[in-house]
Nanobody, 126 residues
C-alpha cells in the first residue's frame, strides 16, 4: 500500500528557501516515477516537477525552472523538492504524487497520477 506524506512547508519571505519532503511508507517506492504539483486558491492543480523512478531524469515547469530542484532517495523512500528564490506566486498547497506507468512522462498531469499525498502549505510573503 502506498501512503505519501508531505512535510517541510511553511511561511517564508520572498527570496527565501524551503525544502519539501514526501515519504512513502510502502515497499514499492522505487517502482514509481514521482511528481510534485501545486494548487493555489481558486486555481487548478498544476505540474511543478517530475523525477523518474531511478532518479536519472527530471523535468520542471517553466515557472520554477532554475529555482526548484527535485531529487529522490530510494533507500529512504523519499522524494524532495528544494525551492530557492521563492516568489509570492509560489504560494500554494504542494502535493507529491506517484505514477505507476512504465514510461516516464516528462510533463505529468494530475489525472495521470496513481497516488497522492494530502499536501503541505507553502506561503511566500512579499
Amino acid at each position: 500500500q502506498v501512503q505519501l506524506v508531505e512535510s517541510g512547508g511553511g511561511l517564508v519571505q520572498a527570496g527565501g528557501s524551503l525544502r519539501l519532503s514526501c515519504a512513502d511508507s510502502g515497499r514499492t517506492f522505487s517502482s514509481f516515477h514521482m511528481g510534485w504539483f501545486r494548487q493555489a486558491p481558486g486555481k487548478e492543480r498544476e505540474f511543478v516537477a517530475a523525477i523518474s523512478r531511478n532518479g536519472v531524469t527530471t523535468n520542471y515547469a517553466n515557472s520554477v525552472k532554475g529555482r526548484f530542484t527535485i531529487s529522490r532517495d530510494n533507500a529512504k523512500n523519499t522524494v524532495y523538492l528544494q525551492m530557492n528564490s521563492l516568489k509570492p506566486e509560489d504560494t500554494a498547497v504542494y502535493y507529491c504524487a506517484a505514477d505507476n506507468n512504465i514510461m516516464f512522462m516528462r510533463i505529468m498531469t494530475p489525472g495521470g497520477m496513481d497516488y497522492w499525498g494530502k499536501g503541505t502549505q507553502v506561503t511566500v510573503s512579499s
